[in-house]
């Protein structure tokens, strides 16, 4: 799987358990058959049932099959969070624990390279211990880093037990996934759910202010670091944090005078914020850059369908994009901004590819689009802008159909004009057709399926330029600067153009015809030079 390619889908948040656990493991988390013949298994804490999991927390293979199915490419696998034990006193038992656990991520991400990448996790409550197994991960497992928890018991995270830690981090330049963990409960926190749903994001959110406030960026400018849920409710609170660590800096900021808001850009956050509105914002405040894919999977709160949610937000046309032409046709007529809107869709590069067949249309429409707001300079501009991109991007026999369609059409319509009146005014939209065109296809090559019967075209209306008025005279210069554009690498001799120029001469300084120093003769266009337009077999 080409992990380059720009559509790739990475989550970097994601839990994985071994299907079953060592005698020592299962002091701490207890894994037990959901019921006979039923594949789930039930996760078991201190004797109490804690929650039912899935297969896909601990079947690599059903993990694998529905990542093909959601389009994701890779998955950063760490432990479930309630498997850090910091609490524990046996330091050792909690040490071959987290071995145990990195074997088993190490194991599958060497399994299936191109699909996994691994975070370990370490006894962070011995920090020697954590240091010695954040080496074994990083140089002996293959591992990026490790998944930390947002506190460890009383400590947070700028504690000064920690600075071996953060210093070992920053020397093996690995990566550090924060998550929270043992949030507030009891009393009145036991209703609706609330230390996952409101203790969570205070967690990360704590964790953050301790790591700016406390000044270990600082210390270890080089930490990479990311946090879990978006960030907790630290993006929408930051003005708060600010105002609280300038109104009161003996409180806020005795360890580290910065502000807060100035180390955004400086650490990471998953996209999981389960809504449109809050994602619209994370960026707003975080910027994309620094907001990764994530979804919790495989666990009810997070996102079962990963990448969905940024989608939502800001491709909201990727399921509706208009597909045939009346619709495309409508909704450049009724939204003013459709235009910008739907080339953002067409240009997005980590969303998969419009087909080349609406593309087409949409090439067709925006042609008629053209053609329909002649006196709007700036749009005009922005179409043809848009149809060059969208030339580039297709390029098809149905583009050089239709515009050789409309050059016929084109050709229809002087031909009778020129019947009923030997000069006339050219039309506006026929004259920005044939400069749209000389923008398009900016070549001299007088064999080419298009600009031949373009320039063939341009030609007979510069043969038959009525100059009866000033802004007829106007608009035969503009014919003979298109002239120019064509013919100025081949340098090929125009006689019409040069016959035009006498008589615009002539009106601005009448002479006698006697006068000229030199004559040019001029005949019709013949029928064989238009010949292109009924026999064109160049496509």
């Keep these: 799987m080409d992990l380059s390619s720009p559509l790739a889908r990475i989550d970097i948040h994601t839990h994985i358990l071994p299907s079953k656990l060592s005698t020592i493991a299962q002091k701490y988390l207890e894994l037990r058959p959901h019921a006979h013949d039923d594949p789930r298994l039930d996760m078991f804490k201190d004797g109490k049932f804690f929650r039912t999991i899935e297969p896909n927390c601990f079947d690599i293979n059903v993990r694998l099959r529905e990542m093909d199915e959601k389009n994701i490419s890779m998955q950063v696998l760490s432990t479930i969070p309630v498997l850090f034990n910091y609490s524990s006193k046996n330091y ?5 624990l987290s071995r145990e656990l990195n074997n088993h991520i190490s194991s599958i991400c060497q399994q299936h390279p191109t699909r996994f990448i691994g975070l370990g996790t370490v006894p962070l409550q011995a920090p020697h211990l954590a240091i010695d197994e954040l080496r074994r991960c990083v140089n002996e497992l293959g591992l990026k880093g490790v998944q930390i928890g947002t506190h460890v018991n009383e400590w947070n995270l700028d504690n000064e037990e920690l600075d071996q830690f953060w210093c070992e981090v920053e020397k093996l330049d690995a990566c550090i996934f924060i998550h929270p963990w043992e949030m507030p409960t009891g009393g009145r926190f036991d209703a609706y759910w609330m230390p996952w749903l409101c203790g969570m994001p205070f967690e990360t959110t704590s964790a953050i202010c301790s790591i700016l406030m406390g000044g270990v960026l600082e210390r270890y400018p080089k930490l990479r670091l990311a946090f879990a849920h978006g960030g907790g409710s630290f993006p929408f609170t930051v003005g708060r944090i600010d105002h609280g660590h300038e109104c009161r800096p003996d409180l806020c900021a005795y360890k580290n005078s910065h502000l807060p808001s100035s180390y955004i850009g400086r650490f990471y956050v998953d996209s999981l914020v389960h809504d449109t509105r809050a994602l619209k914002f994370l960026v707003e405040i975080m910027n994309e850059n620094y907001i990764m894919l994530g979804s919790d999977c495989p666990f ?6 990963p990448g969905e949610l940024i989608i939502k937000t800001f491709d909201n046309d990727l399921d509706t994009f208009p597909s045939d032409i009346d619709k495309l046709q409508t909704r450049l007529s009724d939204d003013k901004n459709a235009l910008s809107t739907i080339w953002k869709r067409i240009n997005d590069k980590r969303l998969p590819p419009i087909p080349k067949s609406v ?5 067709d429409v925006l042609l008629d689009y053209y053609e329909s707001v002649t006196s709007n ?21 149905q583009i050089k159909t239709n515009i050789i369609n409309r050059l016929k059409q084109y050709h229809i319509t002087l031909s009778e004009q020129i019947e009923n009146d030997k000069f006339y005014q050219v039309d506006l939209s ?3 057709f044939l400069k749209l065109i000389a923008h398009l296809y900016p070549t001299s090559d007088f064999s080419h399926p298009i600009t031949t019967p373009a320039i063939t075209l341009l030609v007979q209306a510069i043969n038959h330029s009525s100059l009866k008025s000033l802004n007829s005279c106007r608009q035969a210069l503009f014919l003979i600067d298109l002239v120019k554009q064509w ?11 040069i016959v035009l120029l006498i008589k615009l001469i002539q009106l601005a300084c009448p002479i006698e015809k006697s006068q000229y120093f030199i004559s040019f003769s001029s ?6 030079q238009l010949l292109v337009l009924n026999k064109n077999n160049d496509l």
């Design 92 to 96: 050792q038992d909690v040490l071959e």
């Design 300 to 305: 009810p709160l997070g996102e079962s369908k």
């Design 523 to 528: 005949k019709q266009i013949g029928n064989n």
């Design 377 to 397: 300079k700036i749009l005009l501009n922005q179409i043809g802008k848009n149809l060059l991109h969208l030339l580039q991007l297709v390029n098809n026999e």
């Design 487 to 497: 013919i100025s690498k081949s340098h090929r001799y125009v006689p019409e153009v």
């Design 430 to 432: 026929f004259i920005l």
């Design 359 to 363: 593309l087409s249309n949409y090439f």
